[in-house]
């Protein structure tokens, strides 16, 4: 080995545990596009309305597990920084969504979100509300109008985004304050996130939610007590806070997701009868990862999802009766894996600190999980999901 060959490999082994670099952007080009009309994509055969044909079962409960910004490169980042493995193979059918809002080709989270839990496209920060800032039924919603057992599960705050989009409605997804007081409303079964402060220490009120919460009878809990310490096979509700505001990262010692996931699903089991179950349970991190151009912080937080995504399938595989769907809101960073790439080191080259517009995976497995193939807008998600739950009758709206 000649001297320069021996500095070489000192230096790839000295950064050989997903060693990443970070490039600068290699170019950024601007097109004229026409302008972007609110038209739909015509239904494919697999993203149209019409669920019966060729559906061999319907599911009776589904879990959505959302990794925010997760796209296709945070997911290949994440799978050959694992050992070129993740538990995203396991899914058989996978689809791509159009991740639009209502007046912008970038959606953010709120928006996103909002067209999954509505079927609504809407405007950037808009939650649980349609383009004329009117709130719109969730699928959480219409499943708890059917007696239907409901959880919300996050890495983010429980009012972030993505959640919120769920349970609350408001114009602008940063009123913390109005949406955790939605959330006294929602009767969400389990709630496991961070935000505490939302609900306790107020400022644009003098309530305490975390009283309000246990005056409708929810166990209310939070990080001084383990996840394993909750009550199980109970028909209490749960509020679980996993932090005051943000909950860390995963790699300062942020390790409630599995745990979080585990509990979330036996207890809606539990508690579910014949009319079955919905839980979302979102990676949050994920995106915040992109947001600071951090392939490491991408990595591991991807890394602590991908369990989750394997824990639900198990859980989906014994169950029998269980539709999981995985896929994410947008991806965050315009990441993506350069040349000289090796498995042992990674070299990595964001082109935004923001959102981009690239389509988005959809991995599904279970009862119905066919309906999920082919190309669809992001709102399709929510139509899929109501009409395997049979939950048109409420769900229907005048346009
Ligand atoms: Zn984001």
Redesign the pocket.
């Known amino acids: 080995m000649t001297n320069s060959s021996l500095i070489l490999s000192l230096l790839l082994s000295m950064c050989a545990f997903i060693a990443c670099k970070t490039q600068e952007p290699v170019s950024v080009s601007t097109y004229p596009i026409p302008p972007i009309t609110q038209v739909s994509s015509p239904p494919s055969a697999t993203g149209a309305m019409n669920p019966n044909a060729n559906l061999s079962q319907r599911p009776k409960n589904i879990i959505l597990l959302i990794g925010?910004?997760m796209g296709m490169t945070q997911i290949t980042l994440g799978m050959l920084a694992n050992g070129d493995k993740s538990a995203l193979e396991s899914y058989p059918v996978v689809g791509i969504h159009k991740p639009r809002s209502y007046d912008d080709l970038i959606t953010d989270?709120a928006a996103a979100a909002t067209a999954f839990a509505t079927g609504k496209r809407t405007y950037n920060g808009a939650i649980g509300v349609d383009a004329d800032t009117i709130p719109v039924p969730t699928i959480l919603e219409l499943c708890e109008s059917q007696g239907m057992p409901t959880g919300l599960v996050a890495t983010s705050t429980i009012v972030h985004a993505t959640p919120a989009s769920f349970a609350s409605h408001n114009p602008y997804r940063k009123n913390y304050e109005a949406i955790a007081a939605d959330f006294m409303d929602a009767n969400v079964d389990v709630l496991i996130g961070g935000g505490k402060k939302y609900f306790e220490r107020r400022t644009t009120d003098a309530s305490n939610l975390l009283d309000t919460l246990r005056s409708l009878d929810y166990y209310v809990s939070d990080f001084r007590d383990d996840i394993d310490d909750l009550p199980t096979e109970t028909l209490q509700n749960i509020a679980y806070f996993t932090a005051d505001t943000d909950p860390l990262k995963a790699d300062m010692g942020r390790d409630y997701l599995l745990p979080a996931t585990k509990y979330t699903l036996d207890y809606l089991d539990h508690k579910s009868g014949q009319e079955g179950f919905f839980a979302m349970i979102e990676g949050s991190q994920i995106?915040w990862g992109g947001?600071a151009n951090d392939d490491q912080y991408v990595i591991t937080e991807y890394l602590d999802y991908d369990p989750v995504i394997a824990y639900a399938y198990e859980w989906a595989k014994a169950d029998g009766e269980t539709l999981v769907i995985v896929t994410a809101d947008h991806e965050?960073g315009g990441l993506a894996i350069q040349p000289d790439s090796t498995m042992d080191s990674l070299v990595t080259a964001f082109t935004s600190t923001y959102?981009t517009a690239t389509m988005i995976p959809v991995f599904a497995f279970g009862p119905g999980s066919e309906l999920f193939a082919g190309i669809y807008d992001n709102t399709a998600i929510f139509d899929k999901m109501v009409d395997l739950l049979e939950l048109h009758d409420q769900s229907k709206q005048p346009d």
């Open positions: 925010d910004g989270s995106d947001h965050t959102h």
